[in-house]
């Protein structure tokens, strides 16, 4: 059983950055993939960034390639995503989740343990 706390979140005006942590419990979180998803007022839920077990390969939505990065500490038992150049449109709920499968995967149902999420609001 894995518990996944999100943090980080806030109010940050458009072009600037925030840096969300999720920490994770589990003596096994060094084997499971990892990933941020989103979800906006009124919209599905959406895939953000991935990264696999070892930290060494990660996938971004199209969104927010070249503005986001995902990192993972795993000697602390935590993941990152770092944004920069933040836009409204960034604006949400932001969710981490972990897969006992190491690898990669954008698809939401195939993550085992969710955060309760942690709120980005993004002002013009």
């Known amino acids: 059983q894995v518990q996944l706390v999100e943090s980080g979140g806030g109010l940050v005006q458009a072009g600037g950055s925030l840096r969300l942590s999720c920490a994770a419990s589990g003596r096994t979180f060094s084997n499971y993939g990892m990933a941020w998803f989103r979800q906006a007022p009124g919209k599905e839920r959406e895939f953000v960034a991935a990264?696999?077990?070892?930290?060494?390969?990660?996938y971004y939505a199209s969104s927010v390639k070249g503005r986001f990065t995902i990192a993972r500490d795993n000697a602390n038992n935590t993941v990152y995503l770092q944004m920069n150049s933040l836009n409204p449109e960034d604006t949400a709920v932001y969710y981490c989740a972990a897969r006992e499968a190491g690898g990669i995967t954008t698809l939401s149902l195939r993550f085992d343990y969710w955060g309760q999420g942690t709120q980005v609001t993004v002002s013009s």
């Open positions: 990264i696999n077990w070892s930290g060494d390969s990660t």
